[in-house]
Every structure is written in structure tokens, then in C-alpha cells.
Nanobody, 127 residues
């Protein structure tokens, strides 16, 4: 059973940077397609970054493109989300997600494609 544990959230001001980390255990890391979802207050969960099984392909929605970078460290079994130029609209609970036995080069864009979720880490961006 894969377990995901996020860290790195916090309260920052607009324009600042944060790096989120997600440590995975219980499954071969390279067998996982992964991503980050955000849930803003009162809203649904949306994908902010996805990465394929071996990291060859990534996906970002337009709202974060150029500001967020997703990456994975196989040796450390960690997924990262580097967030720069943060905006108040980036406020929310950030979830690390994973899908085992994925198609090798595919980035899964939909919420229901990811059966494995972490507990989330809060990011708050103030003006």
C-alpha cells in the first residue's frame, strides 16, 4: 500500500516562493505517476501539476504555468512542487497524489485517475 506524506506548506506573502515535498513509501517509486492537487476554500480539487512515471512528461494548467515546477527524485522517493511568484489565488490545501502501474509516458489530468492521496499541506498566500 502506497503512503504519501506532504510537507513544506506555510504562510507567505504574494511574490514569495515555497517548495512542497511528498515522500512516498510502500511501492516502487518508479511505478507511480504522480501529481499535486489544490483545494481552495469552498472549491473543488484541481490539478496544479502532474508528472509521468519516469518524469519525462509534465503538465501544468495555465494558471500556474511558468511559476510552478514539478519534479521527482527517485533515489530519495520524493516528489517536489516548486512554487514561485505565489499569488493569493494559490491559497489552498495541497495534496500529493499517485497512480500505480500507469502508462509509462502519460500524465493523468483528472482527479479520479489518482486513487492514492496524501493528507495535504496548507499554503496560505496573503497580499
Amino acid at each position: 500500500q502506497v503512503q504519501l506524506v506532504e510537507s513544506g506548506g506555510g504562510s507567505v506573502q504574494a511574490g514569495d516562493s515555497l517548495r512542497l515535498s511528498c515522500t512516498a513509501s510502500g511501492e516502487t517509486f518508479d511505478n507511480l505517476a504522480m501529481g499535486w492537487f489544490r483545494q481552495a476554500p469552498g472549491k473543488g480539487r484541481v490539478l496544479v501539476a502532474g508528472i509521468s512515471q519516469f518524469g519525462g512528461n509534465v503538465f501544468y494548467p495555465d494558471s500556474v504555468k511558468g511559476r510552478f515546477t514539478i519534479s521527482r527524485d527517485t533515489a530519495q522517493r520524493i516528489l517536489y512542487l516548486q512554487m514561485n511568484y505565489l499569488e493569493p489565488e494559490d491559497t489552498g490545501l495541497y495534496y500529493c497524489v499517485a497512480r500505480d502501474k500507469p502508462l509509462k509516458t502519460y500524465v493523468y489530468p483528472k482527479l479520479d485517475s489518482y486513487p492514492i492521496w496524501g493528507q495535504g499541506t496548507q499554503v496560505t498566500v496573503s497580499t
